[in-house]
């Protein structure tokens, strides 16, 4: 889930490079890789890619995190070796999925829309219309929560439903579904007395990153 900026006012924040017509692919052997990945249903890169050294990260084009990302899963997983990755050819002796990918299935997985939302009842922690603080949390492994909002007071402006915690999904612990919520903050709140009046941010924000105000 990603958060709805409003940032008109904003000085200084420099060009986005909006393209109307930017295509999704460049290159051919990037729709190979955004094909692997659905076909894998590895899902969760995010940690993989933020592992990149920071030297070869700058250096690299989008697809090719999303490549190198996808191999290392891979590997540490055990679904392939570095080995057959390197030459291109899988071992005679390794396990194979079954049942195989099949064309129909792949273009079907094209197409399908996950559904990350979680239909069970739990009691939401905080109401629409309260204060709350983002945590001044500094988890060493991934996570959703912007720095900037930590410490930060803001208010919320929906419940968003129940959702599971991506920084639980992708490291050791078991998945935590809680509720997601769209906190209003203003400008002068996160960027201070310069920034302007007029401006807010509304930024989706798991249960676990915030605290009564």
């Known amino acids: 889930m990603n958060g709805i900026h409003d940032m008109g ?17 460049h290159e051919p052997w990037e729709v190979r890789v955004f094909a692997l990945v659905q076909a894998m249903r590895s ?12 030297a070869d990260y700058l250096q690299m084009s989008y697809y090719e995190r999303w490549y190198t990302a996808l191999v290392t899963r891979l590997i540490e997983r055990g679904v392939v070796t570095r080995a057959e990755v390197e030459s291109g050819r899988a071992d005679p002796a ?24 979680q239909h069970i009842a739990l009691t939401p922690r905080f109401r629409v219309g309260e204060h709350v603080r983002g945590r001044n949390i500094h988890p060493t492994t991934h996570t959703r929560m912007p720095r900037y909002t930590r410490g930060k007071t803001g208010v919320v402006a929906r419940d968003r439903g129940v959702f599971t915690l991506p920084d639980s999904e992708h490291g050791s612990a078991e998945p935590t579904p ?10 002068h709140e996160l960027w201070g007395e310069e920034a302007s009046v007029h401006d807010a941010l509304y930024i989706d924000m798991w249960e676990e990153y915030l605290e009564p105000a």
């Not at 006012?9 to 692919?25: D, S």
């Not at 899902?43 to 920071?54: C, D, F, V």
Request: aromatic share 10%.
């Open 9 to 25: 006012g904003m000085q200084g924040l420099g060009e986005i490079g909006y393209k109307e017509n930017e295509p999704g692919f």
């Open 94 to 117: 390794s396990v194979k999925a079954t049942p195989a990918l099949t064309p129909a299935v792949a273009r079907e997985l094209l197409f399908r829309t996950s559904q990350t939302e």
């Open 43 to 54: 899902g969760g890169l995010r940690p993989y890619i933020e592992r990149i050294p920071a």
């Open 178 to 187: 809680q509720h997601v919520y769209l906190i209003h903050f203003t400008a």
